[in-house]
């Protein structure tokens, strides 16, 4: 399937799902923050093994970090943003309501995310340090790029 096909399929899915009604405000704000400083914790473990060589590096470990950070960028996030879970209707939040104003900025972000996410873990499975380091950065370029548009400070 294609991966822009697959997205909006996702954003749709966001909007009819009845998984958001049964999911609470709360929850789904404390699950997406979880499953991003997970990604997190995964990001740090390759950058320190590939990128900076603090930890030595273990192709598996790498290649376990990567599958992680692809498992959360596929798991379906969408639906733990509902207009509720805002920063300016919800509490302990830093999603901008500007998230439900640019559908397409959403799903241009949500989309590169998957797709770098996705060839981290080809490349991790490879095991190419220098492939998997420059990946890493365009994966980080990702976050980023959500993080400066719908993150607030
Ligand atoms: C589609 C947009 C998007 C992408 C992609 C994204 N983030 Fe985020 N991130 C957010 C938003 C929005 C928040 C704030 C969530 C909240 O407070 O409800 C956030 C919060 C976080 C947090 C703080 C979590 C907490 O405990 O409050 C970390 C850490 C983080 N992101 C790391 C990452 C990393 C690392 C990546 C890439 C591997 C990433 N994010 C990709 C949108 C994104």
Redesign the pocket.
């Given at each position: 399937m294609n991966i822009r096909f697959l997205a909006t399929g996702l954003l749709a899915a966001a909007i009819s799902s009845p998984a958001v009604a049964q999911m609470s405000v709360e929850d789904q704000?404390e699950t997406?923050?979880?499953a991003?400083?997970f990604?997190?914790w995964n990001?740090g473990k390759i950058k320190a093994q590939a990128v900076e060589g603090s930890v030595q590096f273990d192709q598996k470990q790498v290649a376990a970090a990567a599958n992680a950070?692809a498992a959360?960028?596929n798991s379906g996030?969408s639906v733990l943003y509902s207009r509720d879970?805002a920063?300016d209707r919800a509490e302990?939040?830093?999603?901008?309501p500007e998230?439900f104003e640019e559908p397409m900025k959403?799903q241009e972000?949500?989309v590169n995310?998957v797709r770098e996410?996705n060839t981290l873990q080809e490349l991790a499975a490879g095991g190419d340090k220098a492939a998997i380091a420059r990946q890493f950065a365009k994966?980080?370029e990702?976050?980023k790029?959500?993080?400066d548009n719908?993150?607030a400070e």
């Open positions: 704000i997406r923050q979880s991003y400083q990604a997190a990001m950070i959360v960028a996030m879970s920063n302990n939040t830093r999603l901008k998230f959403v972000v949500a995310f996410a994966v980080g990702t976050c790029a959500c993080h719908f993150r």
